[in-house]
């Protein structure tokens, strides 16, 4: 059974982001967009820290031969948090000055995934792209609002990405040559409801979509079908990832953005990170190739 969400680091970062569970160092690491910061939360010690970013930072993944990939608004860089260096690997989309780098996920391959977005939230300047080998290319997805994801399923093959503006989930076939075949659309969520946020894939290949302003995180089967809720006390859940020994700990991620004083008021834990165990494990997330 799936336990209820506790916090677990009341951090109270304005716009949560990116988390991912490093085995290397056993730890969970995310993001603070809007405060430019790196967390680590290590569960077994119970140490907490942080370090800063010179622009807004979207998520930092391990990369094989140490150190790791931050998706900064500019770029990408490679983070080195024994010093809190940040260096240039590949500029992203310099002639759109106003976008950044927002989410991203690592295929069994290595192969790192991401998308970029309007800052304002509001053009439709944000689009997909694909880290291998050292070269950033484009996959084709372009022209949306608040790109989300991607995520993965286990075996590699299917990349899954959220239009947040439009709350909606789409699929696509990842080629042998790591093109995208068509997308087609799997999941449509009510606005009402709350907003598609960042999408996380369990060993079963089912998909865990968080909810912004939705209060809650949801499950849903390879086809699209709706298969488990999880309520949170705050409304704007960011993302989910699978940790621990057993990949059974669920960790969230939250925000503060666009709270009012009174939604603060009522919701003491917004932008807290979360806990909670489930029966389907998660994935270990794969290193990024040098």
Not at 1 to 9: L, N, V, Y
Not at 157 to 174: G, S
Not at 194 to 203: C, F, L, N, R
Not at 211 to 240: D, Q
Request: proline residues 6%; aromatic residues 10%.
């Amino acid at each position: 059974m799936t336990s209820e969400p506790r916090a677990i680091w009341e951090v109270g970062t304005v716009l949560g982001e990116g988390p991912v569970w490093v085995e290397r160092d056993r730890a969970l690491w995310f993001t603070d967009i809007k405060r430019r910061q790196v967390h680590r939360y290590c569960p077994q010690s119970g140490e907490k820290r942080s370090w800063d970013a010179p622009e807004q930072i979207g998520f930092v993944f391990p990369l094989a031969n140490g150190g790791f990939v931050a998706g900064l608004q500019t770029g990408l860089y490679r983070f080195d948090q024994s010093d809190g260096r940040f260096d240039l690997l590949a500029e992203v989309e310099p002639d759109k000055p106003t976008n950044r780098l927002n989410d991203g996920i690592v295929d069994p391959s290595g192969r790192l995934w991401f998308g970029t977005m309007d800052d304002s939230e509001r053009e439709q300047s944000g689009a997909f792209y694909v880290y291998e080998r050292g070269q950033v290319r484009a996959t084709g997805l372009t022209g949306i609002a608040i790109t989300n994801g991607p995520a993965i399923s286990p075996d590699g093959r299917t990349l899954y990405w959220v239009d947040t503006v439009r709350d909606l989930i789409f699929a696509a076939d990842v080629r042998e040559d790591g093109t995208l075949g068509p997308s087609e659309l799997l999941i449509s969520i009510s606005p009402a409801e709350g907003h598609a946020d960042g999408p996380t894939v369990d060993s079963e290949g089912c998909i865990w979509i968080s909810l912004y302003a939705g209060w809650e995180a949801r499950r849903y089967s390879p086809a699209g079908e709706l298969l488990e809720r999880v309520r949170f006390p705050v409304a704007n859940i960011t993302k989910m990832a699978f940790g621990g020994r057993d990949l059974r700990t669920a960790y969230a991620t939250t925000a503060r953005h666009l709270l009012e004083t009174t939604d603060l008021e009522a919701q003491p834990l917004a932008g807290a990170l979360f806990e909670f165990q489930v029966d389907v494990p998660g994935i270990a997330c794969p290193l990024v190739a040098g």
